[in-house]
């Protein structure tokens, strides 16, 4: 499945920046091929992108007129999709910070590998039907599921404050009896 035109493998060695990690004990995962990468590296620097970005007046001189009119209308699209994914990432990412809190005060593991494999296929179902690669839809959220675990791993640890008080910590058990454990906050 290697793909000639990515480069070489990687070293052995720690994974490389944008490699999906594998877990630790809690949930393992398998280590990733070189196929698996999300490269996180920034993209060079370019010009206005709200223009025909990435493209300098002189390499559009011999280009038609309607041509640039088509590639223009067609990246303003790309980059309202982009900024709906970006707004979309971060309200999921907000819904699972609470999870990670939920989690951490009820003890709970930051990992769920059978509601994870619920979600993959799911996805890949309708990755199929929207006419995107299942296997790229796969990738893509188990990028985010690591990115989301390894918060809940951190929020795991950290010590509870007096908003959020856990529920094994003294000032946890100040609610009134019948506050579920919920209503402690
Ligand atoms: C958000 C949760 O925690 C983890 C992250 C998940 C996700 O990002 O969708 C799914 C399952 C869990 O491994 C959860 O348990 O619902």
């Not at 223009?51 to 303003?76: Q, Y």
């Not at 019948?178 to 402690?184: I, M, S, T």
Request: glycine letters at 6%.
């Amino acid at each position: 499945m290697a793909r000639p035109t990515r480069g070489p493998l990687p070293p052995p060695g720690p994974p490389a920046p944008g490699t999906i990690r594998p877990r630790g004990p809690s949930h393992p995962r398998p280590v990733p091929s070189a196929d698996d990468r999300i490269p996180n590296t920034p993209a060079p620097p370019r010009g206005d992108p709200s223009k025909l970005a990435d493209m300098s007046t002189s390499d559009m001189r011999d280009i038609d007129d309607t041509v640039v009119a088509e590639l223009t209308r067609l990246r303003e699209s790309i980059d309202n999709i982009d900024a709906a994914v970006v707004h979309m990432l971060a309200e999921r990412f907000k819904c699972t910070q609470q999870v990670g809190l939920l989690k951490a005060r009820h003890q709970l593991p930051p990992a769920d590998p059978a509601r994870e494999a619920r979600q993959i296929a799911r996805l890949r179902q309708l990755a199929e039907t929207a006419n995107l690669d299942p296997a790229f839809a796969e990738k893509l959220l188990n990028f985010i599921i690591a990115e989301v675990i390894r918060h809940h791993e951190r929020i795991a640890v950290e010590p509870r404050t007096a908003d959020d008080p856990g529920t094994d910590d003294p000032r946890g058990t100040t609610g009134s009896a019948e506050d579920g454990p919920e209503d402690r906050r």
